[in-house]
Every structure is written in structure tokens, then in C-alpha cells.
């Protein structure tokens, strides 16, 4: 239950904040430019709240917020009196029209970059992009992959962190390319390149993870199986398990890690096993039943309401990357960072529409809400990357030259600066219902992808 209101309340927040910000800038422009805004609202259906103020301007907060619009005097479609053509949209100049229409996408953008900077002057903390295990017969062992390589570069681009390497190789998903890695080999002040030869690289494959596809994991240290913090009332506490409890074995078997330690847990539901454990420098056994979950797949897994000790998980200090910049450093490096992003973007889209990337990959507000969910409870850092992605993403989307979105009028508009008189009122019509039914489309292939995701 918890988890659940967890996951609606950061969907409310960002998708509530993020339609508010597009629409101010709107409104913003709108208000600079004479326009007369009629209302600004933040949601689609029935108004929770709604507010006027001293310019006649209605404020709601509805209940979808899906969307959200600012309607303004003269739109098309509405009627005016002559003395009110002066605050009408309709009968400002073409050149004021683009600037309001476009602000919303573009503040959008800059809204990105404002959360950006906020993270880069915090200080960002990203895991280092060292090597854990190859696998066997992968393209990266064939590579000359090894455990501990760090990766300082892909194709040129210095790769601070695991993130860095990810998206560099992301950008090339449908690509036939060779990837050139500088590689630090562990224990070398040097680096030697190592290349990868990608043929229509995670096509059809976009939802694994490209470091699977590769063959390689980012390494991590292993945690020693040391109980930290015990539900009360659940299976640890209640069958003799005590915090700072070092597992040595089940059932005879010796443990060594942590993650082995979970995996016995998770494939014995209900099985009562043996466990020997090391407490005060004593060894004690113990009978442990882990407690049967079902989780949402419906497979029964084990749990014993247990953590691991954060005395042992701490990551050493070589592995942490911690990007930290001044006030005004941080405007740069927030700048290009959100742009590498837009690229990103843009050229995702790019290959959806040839087909070089899956339309399985399209998302509506299921995941949206599932993914703002798992970054809030992961921490404010993960949270605010969330946001300012998904603020880019909302900011490109709309700038697409599809009608009824931004971006199809911005087109218009354009036409009309090249031909000097607007487009026809029919041919903007016809475009509307295309590009409606085009956005309708895919909104129900994103619904259906988030359905079938569940």
C-alpha cells in the first residue's frame, strides 16, 4: 500500500510540475505579447481547485493531470468583439503567435537544465565504469575485456560513469558501427583501446540492458553476509537472528556473499534450513523458515525481513564518482549535459519512425508513474534526473511537426512567415484530424506497451 502511494504521489508531482511549467510558459509569453489568458489550467476534467485573479485569468487544478492548456481570447474557433481584437491571440502578428506557441517546449528545456544545475551543485554521485564479471564467449571477452578494466572512454567521449558509457552506447541502438573503448587495464597508468564490431546493434533487444548484450557487469565489491537491521515480527527476529549475525552456512554449504545468502533465502519458501551463523566471535545454529511472498508475477519466493549490514556495503572510494561544480561551472556543464540528452531524444525518435527502433518502446503514463516511483524511493538525486529527462523529453515531443501538438502550429506558423498569409482555416483542419488521430494512435500503443509491461 505504501509503495503505491509512494508511486502516484511522485507521478502527481512530476507530471504535475512538469505540465505547470510548459503551460506557464505559455501563459508567460502570452501576458508579455498583450494576449488575454482566459484560463490556465493544470489537468484535464473536473477542477479540484480554481482561482481568478486580478487580470480575469482562472486558475484550475483538475482532476487528470494528464495535460493541461492555457486558453486564450481569439483562439480559433471563438468569437470576439472588435474592441477586444487587441488582446486577442489570433490578431497578434505571426512573429508574436511562434513565440507564444513555442515558449511552452522551450521552457520545458530550460526547466531541464535548471534541475541540472541544481544536481551539479550539489554534487552528482555516480558509480565508477570499472569492470565486473565477462561472460564466457561474449563480444566483450572477445574484445579483451577483463575484470577490473576501467573505462575512461567511448569512442573519444570521456566517460566519467557507468551512466556515460550506458548512453553513449544507447545512442547507437539500430546502428551497424564499431565502437572504439579506451580501457584502463587494472593496475596500468596507461590505456589500450579495445573495439567492438556491433551489427544492428540491440535491435528488436532495446529493453535489455546493453551492458547484458555485451557480456560484461559493472563490478561490484562482495558484500559479507552480515545481518543488519531485523523486522520486528518477522521471520529473522522472530527464529533467533540478531543484528550483526554473520552467516557462514546453510545447510552445510558455505556462504560468502551476501547475494548468496538472498538467493538460498528466495528459492526456499517455506523450507526449513539449517543456518550457522557467526555472533560475538561464538558460532550458533540456527533453524530458519523463510516466510512464503507472492510476488506480482505470481511465483512464490522466500523473505526472513532482513538487510544486509551498511557497515559491510559501503562502496570503496575508488568506485564513487562524485561530479560536483561551482555556481557558474555548473551552468556549462548543465547546459551541454541536458544537450546530450535532447541528441538523445531526437535521435530515438528519429529511429522509431525508420524502424530502426521497436515501437515496443513507447510508454504512456504507466510506466511514467512506475519508473517517477522507483527513482523517489531510490532518493531526491534519482528523482530530479528523472524529472529533468523526462522534462527534455515532453519539451522535444511537443516541437514535433505533428498538428495539434506545439510543434504542428509552430509549422503553420512558419508557412505563414514563408507565404505571407496564414494557412488555410480547411487545410488546417484536415491536418488537425491527421495529427489527432495520429497522436491517438500512439497514445494507445503506449497504453497497450504499458499494459503488457505490467
Not at 502527481?12 to 511549467?21: A, P, Q
Not at 477542477?47 to 486558475?59: A, Q, S, Y
Not at 513507447?362 to 534519482?382: C, F, N, Q, R
Request: proline share 5%; charged share 15%.
Amino acid at each position: 500500500m505504501f509503495d503505491f502511494l509512494q508511486t502516484l504521489l511522485a507521478f502527481v508531482v512530476t507530471l504535475g510540475l512538469l505540465i505547470f511549467v510548459h503551460e506557464y510558459g505559455h501563459f508567460w509569453v502570452a501576458r508579455r505579447c498583450g494576449v488575454k489568458v482566459i484560463r490556465f489550467s493544470v489537468g484535464f476534467g473536473q477542477p479540484l481547485f480554481k482561482w481568478m485573479d486580478r487580470h480575469g485569468t482562472e486558475f484550475v487544478v483538475a482532476t487528470l493531470p494528464l495535460g493541461g492548456f492555457v486558453k486564450m481570447l481569439g483562439e480559433p474557433g471563438s468569437d470576439i468583439h472588435e474592441h477586444q481584437k487587441q488582446y486577442s491571440f489570433a490578431h497578434k502578428s505571426v512573429f508574436q503567435r511562434f513565440a507564444i506557441v513555442s515558449a511552452g517546449p522551450l521552457v520545458n528545456l530550460v526547466f531541464a537544465i535548471l534541475l541540472y544545475w541544481m544536481l551539479f551543485v550539489s554534487g552528482v554521485t555516480s558509480l565508477a565504469p570499472y569492470v565486473g564479471d565477462v561472460k564466457p564467449g561474449s563480444q566483450a571477452e572477445a574484445a579483451g575485456f577483463q575484470t577490473m578494466d576501467e573505462i575512461v572512454a567511448v569512442d573519444g567521449e570521456k566517460t566519467e560513469s557507468w551512466d556515460d558509457v550506458t548512453m553513449a552506447l544507447i545512442a547507437k541502438i539500430g546502428e551497424s558501427v564499431q565502437v572504439r573503448f579506451s580501457v584502463r587495464p587494472e593496475g596500468s597508468s596507461g590505456t589500450v583501446e579495445r573495439t567492438l564490431d556491433l551489427q544492428n546493434w540491440m535491435q528488436g533487444q532495446e529493453k535489455t540492458h546493453p551492458l547484458q548484450l555485451l557480456g560484461m557487469e559493472p563490478f561490484f565489491p562482495p558484500i559479507p553476509p552480515v545481518l543488519g537491521e531485523l523486522v520486528e515480527g518477522r521471520a529473522a527476529q522472530q527464529q533467533g537472528m540478531q543484528s550483526g549475525d554473520r552467516v557462514l552456512a546453510v545447510n552445510e554449504v558455505e556462504i560468502q556473499t551476501w547475494e548468496e545468502w538472498v538467493e538460498l533465502i528466495r528459492a526456499n519458501p517455506g523450507v526449513t534450513m539449517s543456518v550457522l551463523v557467526e555472533r560475538a566471535g561464538n558460532e550458533v545454529l540456527l533453524q530458519i523458515t523463510p516466510e512464503r511472498v507472492i510476488g506480482e508475477d505470481g511465483e512464490a519466493f522466500g523473505q526472513i525481513g532482513a538487510a544486509n549490514s551498511p557497515e559491510y556495503s559501503a562502496l570503496p572510494d575508488f568506485m564513487v564518482r562524485k561530479l560536483e561544480y561551482g555556481p557558474l561551472a555548473a551552468v556549462g556543464k548543465s547546459i551541454t549535459y541536458a544537450w546530450s540528452r535532447i541528441e538523445l531524444t531526437i535521435l530515438s525518435i528519429a529511429k522509431m519512425v525508420t524502424g530502426k527502433i521497436s515501437l515496443d518502446n513507447l510508454s504512456g503514463p504507466i510506466t511514467i508513474a512506475k519508473v517517477a516511483g522507483d527513482s523517489a524511493s531510490y532518493g531526491i538525486e534519482p528523482f530530479l534526473s528523472f524529472m529533468a529527462y523526462l522534462s527534455i523529453s515532453l519539451g522535444v515531443l511537443n516541437l514535433l511537426p505533428i498538428p495539434v501538438l506545439d510543434g504542428g502550429h509552430l509549422m503553420y506558423y512558419l508557412v505563414e512567415m514563408v507565404k505571407g498569409s496564414p494557412v488555410s482555416e480547411k487545410a488546417q483542419a484536415l491536418g488537425n484530424s491527421l495529427g489527432l488521430g495520429l497522436l491517438v494512435m500512439f497514445m494507445g500503443l503506449a497504453f497497450y506497451n504499458d499494459i503488457m509491461g505490467l
